[in-house]
């Protein structure tokens, strides 16, 4: 496993195949108030990219390339936060997504835990630490700590979709999952305009 370093950007020709697992890290969940510091992605063969992005903000054409590429999938855990957070820091992510905390809800109707770790502990026996969850990623010089904390949430993406798709196919739920995959950007849209806590299907 590498984890490779980058400023504002990612470098020119580095090709992260047809399915590129993609994290962020912010200062907070607030959309408004916390800004995007980090942003991690991963081609699922244990290699981890990672890009830093300074208060000072710069320009990210490769990243922003990648990120509107129809061709490539991007797949989240918790795509709605993570899009948004690239909406508003980066550029809008264009063409298919794949959200393994969609799948995992769609897929394990038997549990009630979605997040990474648990999805990781389950389906990968692979046991994630969270200890680096609240921490500053706008420092200047990421610790070693924050740095293997941020490769993990991008390395076993790749591994978790297989492992809900099987699931998804076995129980006739692949299809509806892809329909909530596209609506996404919809739901993000929302999401910035002020309708974040509102069901607009509910009665
Ligand atoms: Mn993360």
Redesign the pocket.
């Known amino acids: 496993m590498n984890i490779f370093l980058y400023q504002h950007d990612l470098p020119d020709n580095l090709n992260l195949g047809e399915t590129v697992a993609i994290?962020?890290?912010t200062r907070g969940l607030n959309l408004k108030r916390d800004r995007l510091c980090l942003v991690?992605l991963s081609n699922g063969n244990g290699d981890a990219h990672l890009v830093q992005i300074a208060a000072k903000k710069q320009k990210s054409p490769n990243l922003e390339a990648l990120l509107k590429n129809n061709r490539v999938e991007k797949l989240f855990h918790f795509a709605r936060f993570d899009m948004a957070v690239l909406f508003g820091n980066v550029c809008p992510v264009l063409g298919p997504v794949y959200c393994t905390k969609i799948a995992s809800k769609l897929a394990r109707t038997y549990s009630d835990r979605h997040g990474l770790k648990e999805l990781c502990s389950e389906l990968l026996s692979i046991e994630l630490s969270k200890q680096q969850q609240s921490t500053d990623w706008g420092t200047e010089i990421l610790s070693e700590a924050q740095k293997k904390y941020?490769a993990s949430?991008v390395l076993f993406l790749h591994k978790l979709k297989s492992k809900l798709n099987e699931q998804l196919i076995r129980e006739g739920k692949l299809e509806i999952a892809h329909h909530c995959f596209n609506f996404l950007t919809h739901r993000v849209t929302l999401d910035l305009q002020g309708f974040q806590d509102l069901d607009v299907f509910h009665h």
């Open positions: 994290d962020t890290e991690q941020a949430d």
